[in-house]
């Protein structure tokens, strides 16, 4: 009889955790299909669900970033890429739109220490380099 209501009890916690677990890792996919059809305020949304779910989630952070760098929302884009580089500082993606970001706003100074990084950790995107320095280029001429 015991054995009965431990099952009654454990099988449904069981499918709940399991369902969590499925839907934490369906936002995220869920989110970047959405991305991809330009549906970013959906998007969105999957993206700050799965970061409920996965606080460490940097591709979701990177996601939201690119979200708000088309919404033209420097601020919240920044605070995004900010995330992602505290959670993995070698995220070239995200160093580069930082960099770009910050040359947008003006800093030279800092858009200087984040090529610096940039072309540390570049693997991937490294042909990005050249675009960065020249933009960096010309925000010194002007």
């Known amino acids: 009889m015991k054995i009965t209501k431990f099952f009654l009890l454990v099988i ?7 369902t969590i677990v499925t839907a934490k890792e369906n936002f995220f996919t869920e989110g970047v299909k959405l991305f991809e059809q330009k549906r970013y305020l959906d ?13 460490k989630s940097e591709f979701s952070y990177l996601y ?11 601020d919240l884009e920044e605070q995004n890429l900010n995330a992602v ?25 800092k858009s200087q220490e984040l090529l610096e990084k940039f072309e540390k950790v570049c ?3 490294c042909d990005k380099k050249v675009e960065l320095i020249s933009r960096l280029k010309s925000l010194e001429t002007n």
């Open 85 to 109: 580089i505290l959670l993995n500082p070698k995220n070239e993606e995200a160093l580069y739109l930082l960099t770009l970001l910050r040359i947008k706003k003006s800093d030279y100074d």
């Open 64 to 74: 939201l970033a690119k979200i708000f760098n088309k919404e033209s929302n420097d």
């Open 12 to 18: 449904p916690l069981f499918i709940c955790l399991q």
């Open 43 to 55: 998007s969105k949304f999957k993206f700050e669900q799965d970061i409920v779910f996965n606080p």
């Open 123 to 125: 693997n991937k995107i």
